[in-house]
């Protein structure tokens, strides 16, 4: 695999700084608590061979939320009616909120999606069964998605942990935040809903990424 210094490098000789948008400023989306199933959950959960029902398509390209929703269960509460994003992933994972925590009884892992070992688990709630996972919970950081081209065009790298400004009555900054610059991406910095409410966010929201 090539270093990611390197492709940075050929993608900085071949653009030209007058061609590039000058506008320095990524949307806002923001996440409530959703779940990501694997096959073998959805017919678990659905009935064999289920196929979830798209219901909009959201920024990242490919990505949609579903009509179904699931109930999650934990040790000490459950939490109802939470939507289920598409298409299937290889490994079911369920992202919640902090204080999702405190209700489920469960301890909350800090992670960027897909970053599943060690995780705690819980159990999921359908019309036709159960299903246990026991890794796959995750309160997601918080993170930008946009292009190889762009994280160039930002001055920033892969995995890179920067700072974000908010404007606005309720303004201010938010540290570690991580780049995720990958093909086939939408460019927007995702928070969850307790992050935006504090700051008095709102989807489409632009910020700033301050080094």
Same mark, same amino acid.
């Given at each position: +695999?090539?270093? !990611? =210094? ?5 993608? +900085? ?36 061979? !289920? ?12 990505? !949609?939320?579903?009509? =179904?929703?699931? +109930? ?73 998605? +946009?292009?190889? =081209? ?43 809903? =307790? ?17």
């Amino acid at each position: +695999m090539e270093d !990611y =210094e390197v492709i940075l490098n050929a993608l +900085m000789a071949h653009l030209n700084p007058a061609d590039m948008p000058q506008d320095n400023t990524i949307p806002v989306g923001i996440s409530n608590r959703h779940i990501h199933l694997s096959q073998t959950a959805v017919d678990k959960l659905f009935g064999c061979n !289920y196929q979830l029902t798209k219901l909009k398509d959201l920024s990242q390209p490919g990505q !949609y939320a579903c009509k =179904e929703c699931l +109930m999650i269960c934990g040790p000490k509460g459950v939490i109802e009616k939470v939507r289920i994003l598409g298409p299937v992933r290889p490994e079911t994972q369920v992202e919640i909120l902090q204080s999702d925590t405190f209700k489920l009884g469960i301890k909350g892992a800090l992670r960027l999606s897909g970053d599943l070992t060690g995780t705690p688990g819980v159990t999921l709630i359908g019309p036709k069964g159960s299903f246990e996972i026991t890794q796959g919970v995750i309160v997601a950081k918080r993170h930008i998605h +946009m292009l190889p =081209e762009e994280a160039v065009r930002f001055g920033v790298t892969d995995g890179e942990a920067v700072t974000i400004e908010f404007d606005g009555e309720r303004g201010g900054s938010l540290a570690n935040v991580i780049v995720r610059a990958k093909e086939n991406s939408g460019l927007e910095c995702h928070i969850d809903t =307790e992050e935006a409410n504090a700051l008095g966010v709102t989807s489409g929201t632009k910020i700033k990424i301050k080094k």
